[in-house]
């Protein structure tokens, strides 16, 4: 996010034929060098997922190229035919955010699909853990057990469990 | 006292399952557990908790019904799909859903159950009849667009997409268990899908009371929404079913158009029994 901001200003200083004040330059520079060391700071915390570190560390380091060298985005722009340098990079940016989050939509709704499944698996697990315990609790202590009809029910659904 | 039941001879030729999904329904589910057990005493209750607050599972469990709890809400098809899943591990023949909130009648069980005889599949439809069920007019209208969608994607008639009053025979309920869809109004979903995997579907006619407790699921403002959710995911449905068809052709020989026959002579005596 910050090494995004750090470019966009970047391209802000470009205007006038990649000749950038000397002060904004550095200004630059130090925000995404900033970014690079936050990102770093993250990936060894174990906050992000190495998958997720790489690419936004990747991120980074071309948000710092272009920002070390101004005159590199300019260039590219002309060869390509876009006579405006911020215009080629807003269009790679915005490019680059959308296929993110589509990928991160994609990837929320697998983990929800997970999380639905594994919340089944618990309520499951967690009602053959009762019916065993009633049945402990039945050969110990009867006052624990529930009431006999229930009792009766939980054997015929334990103790058969072919299709007949 | 559980373990230590004797083994004994089994009262009821199949084993059914009533499953109740329910949600904060702890008022209603008493009596509805009650006019359970009078209607088909040989059936399991099982009641699916889907993340209730108001201790809906406890009150499950002192009328004799096994509870699964789920950790959080799941909405009704999650609960559902829980449900099934309990049933196919248990060896259940059959399953009858059956909503906790006191709007469906316990006494029709029986009804689907019989119907479930010529069928994979029974829906009890609140609009095969003329019927007493009072439906708003936009939803009314919203329910139009839905059965024509519906005719479009499966090529036959159904009556009542949305109906949560239905009957499981067990090769549904092991398809339902491995794949019940959890999107928003998930029935129609499910009809659509059993349709495209060659069940046969019956639709039989059951009277529904209005709501004895609770709210409505949606409230009119977000009807528009959730009816373009549901027919984005109807088309969805349809189209994975194309792309999948020549090999679902192979090895499933059973096909849809024969399932449209039963229904008629089953309704009549449906309407006798009543």
């Known amino acids: 996010m910050i090494g995004a901001f750090g470019g966009l200003i970047a391209q802000a200083g470009l205007e006038g034929e990649g000749s950038l004040s000397t002060r904004a330059h550095v200004f630059v520079v130090v925000v995404t060098l900033l970014s690079i060391v936050f990102i770093v700071r993250l990936v060894r915390r174990h906050h992000l997922r190495s998958k997720y570190s790489l690419l936004w560390i990747t991120v980074a380091l071309v948000l710092a190229t272009v920002a070390i060298f101004p005159g590199l985005l300019a260039r590219v722009s002309r060869s390509v035919g876009v006579y405006y340098p911020p215009a080629t990079f807003l269009i790679l940016a915005v490019g680059f955010l959308f296929l993110i989050v589509v990928h991160f939509s994609w990837e929320f709704s697998r983990s929800e699909e997970r999380i639905r499944v594994l919340a089944e698996e618990v309520a499951l697990l967690r009602a053959a853990h009762e019916r065993l315990l009633a049945r402990l609790g039945a050969d110990e202590e009867p006052s624990g057990a529930p009431a006999s009809g229930e009792g009766d029910r939980r054997g015929d659904g334990v103790g058969s469990s072919g299709p007949g | ?274």
């Open chain 2, 1 to 274: 006292m559980g373990g230590v039941a004797p083994p004994r001879p089994r009262r009821c030729p199949i084993r059914v399952l009533v499953i109740m999904p329910a949600y904060n329904e702890a008022t209603t589910l008493p009596a509805v557990l009650g006019s359970v057990h009078r209607a088909v005493p040989d059936c399991d209750v099982l009641v699916v908790d889907d993340g209730s607050t108001d201790g809906t599972a406890e009150v499950a469990r002192a009328h004799g019904a096994e509870v699964l709890q789920l950790p959080f809400n799941l909405g009704i098809g999650g609960a559902l799909r829980a449900g099934f899943r309990y049933a196919v591990e248990q060896g259940y023949d059959a399953g009858v859903q059956l909503d906790a909130d006191g709007q469906h009648d316990p006494a029709l069980i029986p009804v689907l159950l019989d119907a479930l005889e010529d069928a994979d599949f029974v829906v009890g439809s609140r609009f095969a009849q003329q019927s007493s069920y009072e439906v708003g007019r936009a939803r009314r209208g919203a329910m139009h667009v839905l059965r024509f969608a519906m005719r479009l994607l499966s090529g036959r008639t159904f009556t009542d997409t949305s109906s949560g009053f239905r009957a499981f025979g067990r090769p549904v309920l092991e398809y339902f268990a491995r794949s019940y869809p959890s999107e928003y109004m998930e029935s129609v979903e499910a009809l659509l899908a059993a349709n495209y995997e060659g069940f046969r579907i019956a639709e039989v006619p059951v009277r529904m009371y209005q709501r004895a407790g609770g709210r409505p699921t949606t409230v009119r403002l977000g009807l528009i929404y959730h009816y373009a959710r549901v027919l984005l995911t109807l088309l969805t449905r349809a189209s994975r079913r194309r792309a999948t068809s020549r090999a679902a052709q192979q090895r499933a020989p059973r096909s849809a158009q024969p399932a449209a026959v039963p229904p008629p002579a089953k309704v009549s005596t449906v309407e006798e029994a009543r």
